[in-house]
C-alpha cells in the first residue's frame, strides 16, 4: 500500500489545518507536511477534535524536502487547462481514478492541497507528477482545502497493498535531466523545450514508472547518444561499463542473471 501524505501548502486559516487533521484521521492517515503554514494555536487544537495526534505530528517542511522525500507528487486543483496544447494542468484525474493509478505502489505519495485564497501556482503544479481534480459545480468549483482534502482521503481509504518500488524522486530528477541534455543533442527548437520537459513529465509521472523501467530508458537515451555521436559517447558507455564491472562482484545475480 502506499504510504499517503498530505500536504498543505502556505494554509492561512489555522482552522483549517485542524479540520484537515481531523478528516485524515478519520479515514486513517496520519502523515500530515505543512509548508510555510499560519502560526498554529487553539482554533485548530478545537478543529481538529480528536486528532490532536494528527495535528501535534505535523512536520513543517519546504516544497524541495516534500519532493526529496516522495515517490510520487500528485497536484491538486479546481482550475484546469482547457487545451491540451497547454499541458500545465492537463491532464487530470478525478480521486477515484488517481487510486487506481497508485494502487499498487509501494512508496511514498505526496498529495498537495493550495492556499485557500489561489490555491497552487503554476511553478508548484509544473513540479507535480500527476495532477488530481474533484468534479464540482462549474458555477463554483474550488472547494475549502480540508473538505477536498476529505473528498480525496475517502477515496485512498481502502487501498489494496503495494506491489512494487516505484524509482525514487532521485532517480526520476535524474532521468529528467537526462532527457534534458538528449534534447540538446538533438538540436531540440529552445522555444519548444520547456513544455516538452513538462509533458515528458507529466507522462512519465502517471506511468509510475519502477526502477528497473527508469533504467530501461537510460539505457534507450544513452543507446541514441551513441549513434548520433559514436566518439565521444562510445568514451561515456566504456566508462559506464567500466563502473559496471567494478561492482559486480559484490553483487548478488538477480533472477534475469541466473
Not at 12 to 31: D, L, P, Q
Not at 121 to 133: A, F, Q, R
Not at 234 to 245: A, L, S, V, W
Request: hydrophobic share 35%.
Amino acid at each position: 500500500m502506499p504510504d499517503i501524505r498530505i500536504v498543505l501548502v502556505n494554509p492561512i486559516y489555522e482552522g483549517n489545518i485542524g479540520f484537515t487533521a481531523r478528516v485524515m484521521k478519520n479515514f486513517g492517515f496520519f502523515k500530515l507536511l505543512l509548508i510555510d503554514p499560519c502560526e498554529i494555536g487553539e482554533e485548530a487544537s478545537l478543529r481538529a477534535a480528536h486528532a490532536q495526534d494528527v495535528l501535534s505530528g505535523a512536520t513543517v517542511c519546504t516544497f524541495k524536502e516534500v519532493h526529496k522525500s516522495s515517490d510520487l507528487v500528485i497536484a491538486t486543483t479546481g482550475l484546469l487547462s482547457k487545451s491540451v496544447c497547454r499541458s500545465m494542468r492537463m491532464p487530470y484525474y478525478s480521486p477515484p481514478e488517481i487510486r487506481e493509478k497508485i494502487k499498487d505502489i509501494d512508496g511514498v505519495v505526496s498529495v498537495l492541497f493550495g492556499r485557500e485564497d489561489w490555491g497552487l501556482s503554476n511553478e508548484e503544479v509544473k513540479n507535480s507528477d500527476m495532477i488530481c481534480t474533484i468534479p464540482a459545480s462549474p458555477e463554483y468549483p474550488v472547494l475549502n482545502i480540508s473538505h477536498a482534502a476529505g473528498v480525496v482521503c475517502y477515496e485512498l481509504a481502502h487501498l489494496p497493498r503495494g506491489e512494487y518500488h516505484l524509482a525514487s524522486r532521485e532517480e526520476m530528477e535524474y532521468l529528467y535531466q537526462h532527457m534534458n541534455r538528449f534534447l540538446n543533442e538533438i538540436e531540440h527548437p529552445d522555444f519548444k523545450r520547456d513544455n516538452t520537459l513538462l509533458m515528458m513529465r507529466r507522462i512519465l509521472g502517471r506511468a509510475n514508472l519502477t526502477t528497473r523501467e527508469a533504467s530501461t530508458l537510460h539505457g534507450l537515451l544513452r543507446r541514441a547518444e551513441f549513434h548520433i555521436d559514436p566518439k565521444i559517447h562510445g568514451r561515456e558507455r566504456d566508462r559506464h561499463f567500466r563502473d559496471i564491472d567494478a561492482t559486480s562482484s559484490n553483487v548478488s545475480p538477480g533472477p534475469e542473471d541466473e
